[in-house]
């Protein structure tokens, strides 16, 4: 149960939450069957964000909300029982979430001095979301894992947008390689755009970028992007966005793991040979690649590394951290706390979210705390609680164990040391060198910004170190970098990050299929995709 506030009528309180200074407030409180018509109570000493608590907030006008966010009942093949939100076709976005229930915003006066109490009534349902509609060169796919559904002790399904090549139906001999872009939960398939900008588009602002009608241009580079695509030059591939929430985040991390068990056996064995056989994949490992950035950029590059047979390369931009020793600015192995730098004397809250100039908007303590107002247990459905859902053992309770305790910040070493066994992308290379070297060479492409807004350059500075001392053989990839560029950036130094950010399909493609020709064994397929 939240309680959402705000000193504006900008927008609703749920949508104002955030991580940055202009972040209005919230406060939680789990609630265990709770029935219709029976009051949640939010009180005094109810622990918030970014103001800790209620009582201390100033007396004033403000206005409020209240958000219901429904959890279900998950009875695990490990034999825990467990209460999360599953998916709703949203995304795991609490705040869009169908079916959650909420109420209208109202002007309250709050005085934290006062007796007085005020009743909130979560009158209003947040509707269903429609599905998408094929296209002729977008098709949607959904398929029941059998996998996730024996883990979960329920059905669980994976779905996929799938684009389909120029020329798909005009040449039924041909068979395509298999392109996956990873990233966060996409609702249709991204970047692609028959139609022209609108006309009458309305053009908005973006504070990032600072630019003004950033909406037309993400609706001209979509289009570019369809012209190019549907071009006499560009590879012919079926190119896919996965879409695989789970009830801890909008994605999985394409990995198999002890809290949300084997989703990356149920993608790379399940869902990709589903889609190759629906549309005419070759079907093979050499004829796969992947690309993504952020989270996508994690996964594509954990995915080559635990599946290097069945992937043939991967192009990797802004992971997330792929080094713990720089996971964001904690060392998880040598420090103590994450929220603070120690000394004899002082203790200096550690940023956690930055601009190019190196401007610090936010810190870890600010997103941590944030988090563990909208979910306990690592539920909150944001950054930090699924790096533990991923990385971490499962606890006696049946949730992941904390890396650290998400009110002090005190880090947990023997979890620590389970993320690095399991987890840590650098330290499985350095380890396994021998074995995965052979399997990976030329595989390895990695892309980042040096002003990230997350600090990831970090870590991508510490795999290159290692891949640069790797032989027998070399890695005989790349790793480059963007100069004062932010997250997302994909690795195009012709283009500034807003624009670069939009191009991935354009960027990646050509060179997969390159890499691709040049790899494929002594017999293999390269003909019939190319018209």
């Known amino acids: 149960m939240l309680l959402?506030?705000?000193?504006?009528?900008?927008?609703?309180p749920r949508f104002q939450l955030s991580d940055g200074p202009q972040s209005q407030l919230g406060y939680g409180i789990d609630v265990e069957g709770l029935k219709v018509g029976e009051v949640a109570v939010i009180d005094g000493n109810t622990f918030g964000y970014p103001i800790e608590r209620l009582a201390d907030l100033p007396a004033g006008d403000y206005y409020v909300q209240g958000l219901l966010h429904k959890y279900e009942t998950f009875n695990l093949s490990t034999g825990h029982t467990v209460?999360?939100?599953?998916?709703?076709?949203?995304?795991?976005?609490?705040?869009?979430a169908p079916g959650n229930l909420y109420s209208i915003p109202q002007k309250l006066h709050i005085d934290p001095n006062s007796a007085s109490t005020h009743k909130i009534?979560?009158?209003q349902v947040i509707p269903p979301i429609d599905s998408p509609s094929d296209t002729k060169y977008i098709k949607h796919i959904k398929l029941k894992s059998e996998r996730l559904t024996a883990f979960w002790g329920r059905p669980m399904y994976l779905?996929?947008?799938?684009?389909?090549?120029?020329?798909?139906?005009?040449?039924?001999?041909?068979?395509?390689?298999?392109?996956i872009m990873h990233g966060h939960y996409p609702s249709d398939f991204s970047g692609f755009r028959v139609d022209p900008p609108d006309p009458n588009l309305e053009p908005d602002s973006s504070a990032r970028f600072s630019l003004k009608g950033y909406n037309r241009i993400v609706q001209q580079e979509a289009h570019d992007f369809y012209k190019a695509w549907t071009g006499p030059d560009f590879p012919r591939v079926i190119l896919v966005e996965i879409q695989h929430p789970t009830p801890y985040y909008d994605d999985s991390y394409a990995v198999n793991s002890a809290n949300m068990g084997p989703y990356g056996d149920a993608i790379t064995y399940e869902l990709v040979?589903?889609?190759?056989?629906?549309?005419?994949?070759?079907?093979?490992?050499?004829?796969?690649?992947?690309?993504?950035?952020?989270?996508?950029?994690?996964e594509v590059l954990a995915a080559q590394i635990f599946y290097p047979d069945e992937y043939n390369g991967c192009y990797a931009a802004c992971p997330d951290p792929i080094d713990f020793r720089a996971y964001c600015l904690v060392d998880i192995y040598q420090d103590k706390n994450a929220y603070y730098v120690e000394g004899a004397f002082k203790r200096t809250l550690r940023p956690g979210h930055r601009d190019y100039l190196g401007r610090v908007n936010s810190t870890l303590r600010d997103m941590n705390?944030?988090?563990?107002?909208?979910?306990?247990?690592?539920?909150?459905?944001?950054?930090?609680?699924?790096?533990?859902?991923?990385?971490?053992?499962q606890g006696p309770d049946g949730y992941p164990k904390r890396l650290w305790d998400k009110y002090t910040g005190e880090i947990d070493q023997e979890v620590a040391a389970y993320w690095r066994e399991n987890y840590d992308l650098r330290y499985i290379l350095q380890r396994d060198w021998a074995t995965l070297g052979p399997k990976l060479e030329g595989k390895?492409?990695?892309y980042c910004g040096d002003m990230d807004n997350y600090y990831l350059n970090n870590a991508v500075y510490l795999m290159e170190d290692f891949l640069q001392t790797t032989d027998a053989p070399p890695y005989g990839g790349e790793v480059t970098y963007g100069d004062r560029d932010e997250h997302c950036w994909n690795g195009d130094p012709t283009q500034p990050?807003?624009?670069?950010?939009l191009r991935y399909h354009r960027m990646f493609i050509p060179r997969i299929a390159k890499h691709i020709d040049a790899t494929a064994p002594a017999g293999a397929d390269v003909k019939s995709w190319r018209y």
Do not use: C
């Open 4 to 12: 959402l506030i705000s000193n504006n009528a900008e927008d609703e």
């Open 83 to 96: 209460k999360l939100p599953m998916d709703r076709g949203e995304g795991q976005q609490w705040n869009r």
């Open 121 to 123: 009534m979560l009158d």
């Open 159 to 179: 779905g996929a947008h799938v684009l389909l090549p120029e020329g798909y139906d005009e040449h039924p001999e041909a068979r395509y390689p298999l392109v």
């Open 273 to 298: 040979p589903y889609i190759e056989s629906q549309f005419r994949g070759l079907g093979e490992g050499w004829a796969r690649a992947m690309y993504g950035g952020s989270t996508g950029g994690w």
């Open 369 to 393: 705390h944030r988090e563990l107002v909208l979910g306990t247990h690592s539920r909150s459905g944001q950054q930090w609680d699924i790096w533990e859902a991923v990385y971490s053992p």
């Open 444 to 446: 390895i492409n990695i």
């Open 497 to 501: 990050n807003a624009i670069s950010r």
